[in-house]
């Protein structure tokens, strides 16, 4: 299983980015998939998951109103459009998903930036 994380960068505060994770080596269709987020110093946080069906959705209040998630099973990619950037939304951003419930499947990461 491979996922490839891209789209991160350095962008001004109440800018935008979006991230893309390309998911290869398993049937995609299957596998629910999540975004989950490390800032410097800080441990893992869960930002957002969406089911294989693509309509449900969760995200984590620090995010709410303003990450949106979404998946094209036709490209096995996952991507999170983030809008309204705080300087607490820096960090590294992982794509993750599992066999089993849990995240056993890890990309390794896109920086996001979010500064002046």
């Known amino acids: 299983v491979q996922l490839v994380e891209s789209g991160g960068g350095l962008v001004q505060p109440g800018g935008s980015l979006t991230l893309s994770c390309v998911a290869s080596g398993l049937t995609f269709s299957r596998h629910h998939m999540s975004w989950v987020r490390q800032a410097p110093g800080k441990g893992l946080e869960w930002v957002s998951k969406?089911?294989?069906?693509?309509?449900?959705?969760y995200y984590a209040d620090s995010v709410k109103e303003r990450f949106t998630i979404s998946r094209d099973s036709a490209k096995t990619t996952v991507y999170l459009q983030m809008d309204s950037l705080k300087s607490e939304d820096s960090a590294l951003y992982y794509c993750a998903t599992g066999d089993t419930g849990g995240y056993n499947y890890w990309g390794q990461g896109t920086q996001v930036t979010v500064s002046s």
């Open positions: 969406v089911y294989t069906d693509g309509s449900t959705k």
